[in-house]
Every structure is written in structure tokens, then in C-alpha cells.
């Protein structure tokens, strides 16, 4: 579930909120929470060693703001993929082929994302928790509309749901851009893929 301030491919921000958000992805990534200080992220983003104290309260807030706008992307997402269609099968194929697409262009924030919630306050993670369910919730009402209408067939739409998800979030953790396949590639095969999860029939 990526960042809505992705930096791969995007020219430096310049609003001094935007431009820490960006740098700490960057750190993250390359030390992990524990391992980047705060004079790492105000280093990178240009500014002074106490800058990130201005804007946010710790360390712990600066990465808290990345993981929620990354999921509340992921949640607009979903929704309107969900909007997008009548038909179960697209809804589907539309909120697979975005979401692997997001992780894809998005992987090294989407990876702050998804594999730093034990760095976040118990308070921030129940917020991102429950985002996090809004998120399953709209993949599971998908897996199920389509069992209701007769054209997917899984014993556990739960589950199912769960695995679909899973399967775009762990792009982030292998993709590169200069990789040996695409975004539109990869979002291609995995269409695919979920159609035989859900136990699509032609």
C-alpha cells in the first residue's frame, strides 16, 4: 500500500513538508526506521539537523504521515475501482491492474508502508489498522459480488481477498525500473492470475 508522495520518477518537491516525507522515504529504505536518524532525513531533504522538529513532532510522525497517506491512496484506489463497473470480473481486473501498478511505480515508498507498521506508535497503528481494513473489506466486496452473481468461484472470499492483495503489495519488495519487466507487464500477468484465484469461468 504505497506512499502518495512517491519520489521515484518525480522531480524534488519543494514544499519543506513534502521534501522530509521524501527524504525519509529515501532513508527508510536504505537504513530502515530504527537505523536513520533524524539528521539523515533533514540531511537529504537540504535542510538544517533540527529541521524535521518543525515540521513534525518525532521521527515516529514523520513516518506515521507516510504510511497514512499511502493507504488512504490505496483506499481511494480500491473504491473506485469498485465505482468503476457493474461487472464484478471488471471491478477486478481495474482494481488489481491499478493497485500492481501503484506498488510497482511506488515500490520504494510502498515498502516504508507496508513492512515499518512495528515502528509506529499503538495509536497510529490501530488508525492504520483500520484503514487497512476498509482496504480488505473492498477486495473482499468484490470477491464476493462476483460469487453472488455466479462468475467466481472460491470456497473463501476472505481469503481470497487477502491473497489478491498480497500478491500486488509484495511487488513493491521485488521491483526495479530497470527491471526486466514492465509495470503494464506485470499488471498484465497478474490480471491474470486473479481471474484463476477468484476461479473465474470464461
Known sequence: MPDAHPKTR??????????????????FAAKGFHGTTTRDISTAAGMSPAALYVHYKSKEELLYQISRSGHEATLRLLRESRASSDDPAEQLLTAVREFVTFHARS????????????????????????????????????????????VFHTANPRMTALALLSLGVDVARWYRDDGEWSDHDIADHYCELALRIVGARA
Not at 10 to 27: C, T
Not at 116 to 128: G, K, N, R, V
Not at 129 to 139: F, K, L
Open 10 to 27: 518525480e522531480s524534488r518537491p519543494e514544499n519543506a513538508r513534502d521534501r522530509l516525507i521524501a527524504a525519509g522515504v529515501e532513508a
Open 107 to 150: 515500490h520504494t515508498s510502498a515498502r516504508i508502508v507496508n513492512y515499518e507498521l512495528s515502528a509506529l506508535s499503538a495509536e497510529h497503528y490501530a488508525e492504520i489498522r483500520a484503514v487497512r481494513r476498509a482496504i480488505d473489506q473492498e477486495m473482499r466486496q468484490i470477491v464476493e459480488a462476483g460469487i453472488a452473481r455466479g
